[in-house]
């Protein structure tokens, strides 16, 4: 599985961005894709993550910085994931990559660590500005 994001930028703050995430490759039914950032000199940290089988979607999880702001979803047709990113504050600044997994722990429940996880894709830059 290889993965694309992109939809990154420069944004003013309160503003929007929605970021895609691309599978290609062989790929299976029933996985779970997460989003994580990393802003400059901070570790990576989990921002949303969903994950589904088929038609049928198991969960939606947010970290608490992305609730109420954030919506993270899928197209299936089209192998993407998507995260809507509404209300952007400076502190939302940050390289944001996508990640998949295909191992059923993570596809029935949401897990917010990024070593679960194991195709990234090459990372989109968000900058809002205040």
């Known amino acids: 599985v290889q993965l694309q994001a992109s939809g990154g930028g420069l944004v003013q703050a309160g503003g929007s961005l929605r970021l895609s995430c691309v599978a290609s490759?062989?790929?299976?039914?029933?996985?779970?894709t997460g989003w994580f950032r990393q802003a400059s000199g901070k570790a990576r940290e989990f921002v949303a993550a969903i994950g589904w089988s088929g038609s049928t979607t198991y969960y939606e999880d947010y970290a608490d910085s992305a609730k109420g702001r954030f919506t993270i979803s899928r197209d299936s047709a089209k192998n993407t994931v998507y995260l809507q990113m509404n209300s952007l504050k400076s502190e939302d600044t940050a390289v944001y990559y996508c990640a998949a997994v295909r191992r059923s722990s993570v596809v029935f429940l949401p897990s917010r660590l990024a070593s679960e996880y194991d195709y990234w894709g090459q990372g989109t830059q968000v900058t809002v500005s205040s």
């Open positions: 490759g062989h790929f299976p039914t029933s996985y779970a």
